[in-house]
């Protein structure tokens, strides 16, 4: 099995995975559960055994991409190795953070990864301590990632990203009251992706909001979706 969901911000949004666990008792390290940015767990050295301990005793497997929430520094010890094709850092076993601009060959499915966004609250945070500048995506990453969708003829199963394109934020649920959610640079650069990859559902995180945009993009926050069908199987 394979789902989505989003932002868990280390042990903040972490329940909705005990209740997956505790839903479908049979579930194992063979399936895989993606967060959609914002993982947080990999945050402090001196609490990261504590903050992976939580995540490892879940009966699954953890894969996360990064969102503007993560202490990058920290992030950035861990090696590059491969895994399903393209690069991923191995935190642990079970715990893997999917990179940005790969495309992964999952149970037959394949997944385009993106992370990153913009922290819009970074004015009161403090640089290297609880804001990061690599949380913004780079177009070196954007140019990687459009050599490897040219490698699958731009066709990919699965989009998971931290943030979304330009055209999203003009949709219901992110748009609000009629008021449009300012775009930055990621959006920006998820906008390139949007205009060209061909894909059967994308799913992103960051808005803190679950909802369809449209038939083929999803915000996900607390629900969780099993990809197989795309059903909602948790909330």
């Known amino acids: 099995m394979i789902y989505v969901t989003g932002d868990t911000h280390n042990d903040i949004n972490i329940q909705k995975l005990y209740d997956l666990a505790m839903r479908n008792p049979d579930l194992t390290k063979s399936d895989m559960v993606i967060i959609a940015g914002d993982f947080g767990a990999v945050w402090s050295e001196k609490t990261l055994k504590e903050n992976l301990d939580r995540y490892s ?10 969102g503007n929430h993560e202490n990058f520094d920290l992030l950035s010890s861990f090696p590059v190795t491969w895994w399903h ?11 893997i953070h999917l990179m940005r601009g790969q495309i992964y060959e999952i149970e037959g499915k394949t997944f385009f990864t993106f992370g990153g966004g913009t922290s819009i609250d970074k004015y009161r945070r403090a640089e290297h301590e609880s804001w990061w500048k690599q949380e913004i995506p780079t177009y070196e990453e954007l140019d990687e990632g459009m050599a490897n969708l040219k490698k699958y003829d731009y066709r990919v199963d699965y989009v998971i990203t931290h943030s979304c394109d330009e055209k999203a934020l003009w949709y219901p649920p992110l748009r609000q009251g009629g008021i449009t959610m300012p775009s930055y640079t990621d959006n920006q650069i998820l906008s390139c992706f949007e205009d060209v990859v061909k894909y059967k559902h994308w799913f992103f995180g960051h808005y803190h909001l679950d909802g369809d945009l449209t038939d083929r993009k999803t915000a996900v926050f607390e629900k969780i979706y099993l990809l197989e069908d795309e059903n909602e199987c948790d909330s």
């Open 57 to 66: 005793a879940l009966p699954f497997t953890i894969l996360f991409v990064d």
């Open 85 to 95: 094709g393209r690069k991923v850092q191995m935190i642990r076993p079970d715990i």
